[in-house]
């Protein structure tokens, strides 16, 4: 839920920045494409937020299932059943988020490039931000893979997720470069 929080926040300075660009004259050759980010960094904010209540959901069927019973073979064996579907639930929502802010930090990417340069440390701060919610779903992944028996889930899983974080970093790092460089310029 926290990595969600750290998203929809990403989003919404990427949305600021773009409100204090579009309508501006100075500006008037990019408007069209920060207005289409906007719309996108404002779609993204909402999933973010919906995930923020689906991992807390998914962390609660996760709960649920370790108080059932296991006094008989059968409540056992029904009880481990539960624990790791209700797992596995709990991997899909941070592999959202994970995805979620890697598009996230396309669209900063596009901020930080068109956007008013006078708002380039949001959207730095925007960066950092996206990345930390793939980072933290991404941790939140690796601990419930961990309680998957289920090998070939938990393989796939752990590739989807390290691909992601990987493409995260990737372009958290192109980012970073372009905020110093503007803040060079800047200054």
Not at 148 to 161: C, G, P
Request: net charge negative.
């Amino acid at each position: 839920s926290v990595a969600a929080a750290a998203g929809a926040l990403a989003s919404a300075l990427s949305s600021m920045v773009c409100r204090l660009t579009v309508g501006k004259k100075k500006f008037k050759e990019v408007e069209e494409d920060l207005k289409e980010v906007l719309e996108k960094a404002e779609k993204n904010r909402k999933q973010m937020q919906e995930f923020i209540v689906k991992d807390a959901e998914s962390f609660d069927k996760v709960m649920e299932a370790f108080k059932l019973p296991k006094y008989t073979e059968e409540e056992i064996q029904k009880r481990n059943m539960s624990i790791q579907e209700a797992t596995k639930g709990a991997i899909l929502v941070p592999l959202q988020v994970m995805e979620t802010g890697v598009e996230a930090l396309k669209l900063t990417q596009i901020v930080v490039e068109k956007g008013n340069p006078n708002m380039v440390s949001d959207a730095g701060v925007s960066a950092l931000m996206a990345k930390s919610a793939v980072e933290g779903a991404y941790l939140n992944i690796r601990i419930n893979l961990n309680s998957i028996e289920d090998q070939v889930f938990a393989t796939s899983y752990r590739e989807k997720a390290d691909s992601t974080r990987n493409e995260a970093i990737g372009i958290a790092g192109e980012i970073a470069k372009k905020v110093e460089e503007k803040l060079t310029q800047n200054s």
